[in-house]
Every structure is written in structure tokens, then in C-alpha cells.
């Protein structure tokens, strides 16, 4: 956790993905800005996009459980698990 200029930056450090780490900020339960660490570029800035200005709620909902291949998570499914962690808090 950090300061930025708008509030708090969380950072979550993923596990069982090409991504290593995600950091992200949430006001009053919205997402304002996500930025994944390694990963796929293209694919992660759109996640980030669309998510970005969303409840954590409903991102949730949206890609919990996603999955990567023959892997059990994905980068967007890990956001979620951050973001709940977040929620449990």
C-alpha cells in the first residue's frame, strides 16, 4: 500500500500467472486505476480499461473464475482475487 495523488495504490502480487504483481486504487468502491506488472501488454491495458471506473463488486462477478489455458486462474481472475481480498479487509 502507498499514497498516489488520488488516494491509495494497493498492490497485490499474483500467483500462477505470467503477470507478477498488480497495483491498483479503489474510492468509495470503485476501481480507478489498475496497472498489471509483466504479463500480456495488449490484453492486461484492456482488462485495465474496461474495468477501470467499475464497482469492485461487479468486477468481481465478471472475471472470478476466468481461466488462462490449462491453468486454474488468469490475470483478470488474480484482479479479482485482489480486489475481494480487498473487500475482506
Given at each position: 500500500m502507498r499514497e498516489g495523488m488520488l488516494g491509495i495504490m494497493f498492490t497485490y502480487t499474483t500467483s500462477g500467472v505470467c503477470s507478477k504483481?498488480?497495483?491498483f486504487m479503489v474510492e468509495d468502491g470503485v476501481v480507478?486505476?489498475?496497472s498489471?506488472?509483466?504479463g500480456c501488454p495488449g490484453n492486461?491495458?484492456?482488462v485495465s480499461r474496461l474495468?477501470?471506473?467499475m464497482k469492485?463488486?461487479?468486477i468481481i462477478i465478471k472475471?472470478?473464475?476466468i481461466k488462462c489455458g490449462d491453468k486454474e486462474t488468469s490475470c483478470p481472475d488474480q484482479l479479482a482475487r485482489a480486489l475481494e481480498e480487498l473487500q475482506n479487509k
Open positions: 504483481k498488480i497495483e480507478k486505476k489498475i498489471f506488472q509483466s492486461l491495458q484492456g474495468a477501470e471506473g469492485v463488486e461487479d472475471l472470478k473464475g
